[in-house]
């Protein structure tokens, strides 16, 4: 048992082996590969200095320093520990041994881990990215949206909000031989966007190989999977979903899902606000008092 505990820290254990033999700036990148693996995983020699602060040859000189011939057999190093599939149980403890036996610890914690999610998303290169995907989305012919497990639903929100707002659009939340019918779907001129995690299911390597065939952009939110998905996907959106190995965290996502929300409705403003219209007279001939719920009658 003690060797299925340790395994998940094999690249921590590595690092904290030499990190006292590391000068100073060294080790302050060292301890940004412990401590932000995503980061480190997903940014740039220079995006990491500049997040780290110290220099690109310094990010490059840590990694030898560590035993790797480059940084990117450290990446690799990283997204094998990444792609790990601990258990939900492994994964719970980790983060109560994180957070704290109190409920203001487990308050104030998870307040943490979502504000790096939204320093993220608040970056310049982020921003960009997400411009380009807001393009993709409103210039496609339909959308579709994927996301399995605790992903689902939020695929089923995001698909029920675009058309509300007058795009046309299907959630792909369903998983195994049930996924193969809204496939048939997905074809020419529509865009996917993705929820897609690590380890790379069967089912997300079906999705991407299928809206290759038909020439299909899509768009992937993963805090993991861009690196093994490049040469399929248009574009990335890396939303961090807490520390690794632990408790997977979702308000960053949702949080990206309600600004395309809005942004796709602010382009196509006049499309989003008639079909919002249409909404209400539809709910009110289906109940001709909905626009009186939650009133009181007053004696």
Same mark, same amino acid.
């Given at each position: 048992?003690?060797?299925?505990?340790?395994?998940?820290?094999?690249?921590?254990?590595?690092?904290?082996?030499?990190?006292?033999?590391?000068?100073?700036?060294?080790?302050?990148?060292?301890?940004?590969?412990?401590?932000?693996?995503?980061?480190?995983?997903?940014?740039?020699?220079?995006?990491?200095?500049?997040?780290?602060?110290?220099?690109?040859?310094?990010?490059? #000189?840590?990694?030898?320093?560590?035993?790797?011939?480059?940084?990117?057999?450290?990446?690799?190093?990283?997204?094998?520990?990444?792609?790990?599939?601990?258990?939900?149980? @492994?994964?719970?403890? #980790?983060?109560?041994?994180?957070?704290?036996?109190?409920?203001?610890?487990?308050?104030?914690?998870?307040?943490? @881990?979502?504000?790096?999610?939204?320093?993220?998303?608040?970056?310049?290169?982020?921003?960009?990215?997400?411009?380009?995907?807001?393009?993709?989305?409103?210039?496609?012919?339909?959308?579709?949206?994927?996301?399995?497990?605790?992903?689902?639903?939020?695929?089923?929100?995001?698909?029920?909000?675009?058309?509300?707002?007058?795009?046309?659009?299907?959630?792909?939340?369903?998983?195994?031989?049930?996924?193969?019918?809204?496939?048939?779907?997905?074809?020419?001129?529509?865009?996917?966007?993705?929820?897609?995690?690590?380890?790379?299911?069967?089912?997300?390597?079906?999705?991407?190989?299928?809206?290759?065939?038909?020439?299909?952009?899509?768009?992937?939110?993963?805090?993991?999977?861009?690196?093994?998905?490049?040469?399929?996907?248009?574009?990335?959106?890396?939303?961090?979903?807490?520390?690794?190995?632990?408790?997977?965290?979702?308000?960053?996502?949702?949080?990206?899902?309600?600004?395309?929300?809005?942004?796709?409705?602010?382009?196509?403003?006049?499309?989003?606000?008639?079909?919002?219209?249409?909404?209400?007279?539809?709910?009110?001939?289906?109940?001709?008092?909905?626009?009186?719920?939650?009133?009181?009658?007053?004696?």
């Amino acid at each position: 048992m003690a060797e299925a505990t340790q395994k998940p820290r094999i690249f921590e254990d590595r690092v904290l082996d030499v990190i006292e033999t590391l000068a100073p700036a060294e080790q302050r990148i060292a301890r940004f590969f412990v401590d932000q693996k995503q980061a480190a995983l997903l940014n740039s020699a220079a995006q990491i200095a500049q997040l780290a602060g110290t220099s690109d040859a310094t990010v490059v #000189r840590t990694a030898r320093a560590l035993g790797f011939e480059s940084l990117s057999m450290l990446r690799a190093a990283l997204l094998e520990e990444l792609t790990g599939t601990p258990s939900p149980g @492994m994964r719970m403890q #980790r983060t109560l041994a994180e957070t704290g036996s109190q409920a203001g610890d487990a308050l104030h914690h998870v307040i943490g @881990m979502h504000e790096q999610a939204l320093d993220v998303l608040r970056r310049e290169e982020f921003a960009a990215s997400f411009e380009r995907c807001v393009d993709i989305l409103a210039k496609a012919a339909r959308r579709h949206v994927f996301g399995i497990g605790p992903s689902g639903a939020m695929a089923d929100y995001a698909s029920l909000q675009f058309n509300r707002i007058g795009l046309p659009t299907t959630a792909l939340s369903v998983s195994g031989i049930a996924l193969a019918d809204r496939l048939l779907r997905i074809g020419k001129g529509d865009a996917v966007l993705a929820m897609a995690y690590a380890p790379l299911y069967r089912e997300v390597d079906v999705l991407l190989d299928h809206a290759g065939k038909h020439g299909v952009s899509v768009i992937l939110i993963s805090d993991d999977l861009g690196l093994l998905t490049a040469d399929k996907v248009a574009e990335v959106l890396p939303v961090p979903r807490g520390n690794a190995g632990h408790l997977a965290m979702h308000a960053g996502t949702l949080v990206l899902i309600e600004s395309l929300i809005v942004a796709l409705a602010a382009k196509g403003k006049d499309a989003a606000i008639d079909s919002l219209d249409q909404l209400s007279q539809l709910r009110g001939a289906l109940d001709k008092s909905w626009s009186k719920r939650g009133t009181r009658k007053r004696k």
